[in-house]
Nanobody, 128 residues
Framework: QVQVVESGGGLVQSGGSLRLSCTASGPKFSVYSMAWFRQAPGKEREFIGAIHWNNDPTAYADSVKGRFTVSRDAAQNNVYLQMNSLKPEDAAVYYC?????????????????????WGQGTQVTVSS
């Protein structure tokens, strides 16, 4: 069973920064890629960013490009989401996801169905 655990959420003022962490673990589980999504109340879960584990390229949603950065610590199976210049509309529950299949950028990666294992989410609140 693969476990995915996020941490680092909290309350931050508009314009501030926050760093989320996520770790994935499980017997015989190898990380090929990890992704971040978020879900605001009454809205669908939306893609934020993803990272390829082997050669470390990343991809971002237009709404966060230039403000958010996804990085990873491959040795620890950890992925991070550095969020800068936060806006009230960034407030949401942030989820980390991964899957056991090898990952290529030519495959779909921006929908919920593209990812298999999910964390419980961590709340980010941005005050105006």
């Amino acid at each position: 069973q693969v476990q995915v655990v996020e941490s680092g959420g909290g309350l931050v003022q508009s314009g501030g920064s926050l760093r989320l962490s996520c770790t994935a673990s499980g017997p015989k589980f190898s990380v090929y890629s990890m992704a971040w999504f978020r879900q605001a109340p009454g809205k669908e879960r939306e893609f934020i960013g993803a990272i390829h584990w082997n050669n470390d390229p990343t991809a971002y949603a237009d709404s966060v490009k230039g403000r958010f950065t996804v990085s990873r610590d491959a040795a620890q199976n950890n992925v991070y989401l550095q969020m800068n210049s936060l806006k009230p509309e960034d407030a949401a529950v942030y989820y980390c996801a991964t899957k056991s299949q090898p990952f290529t950028w030519s495959s779909s990666y921006t929908t919920v169905n593209d990812w298999t294992f999910w964390g419980q989410g961590t709340q980010v609140t941005v005050s105006s």
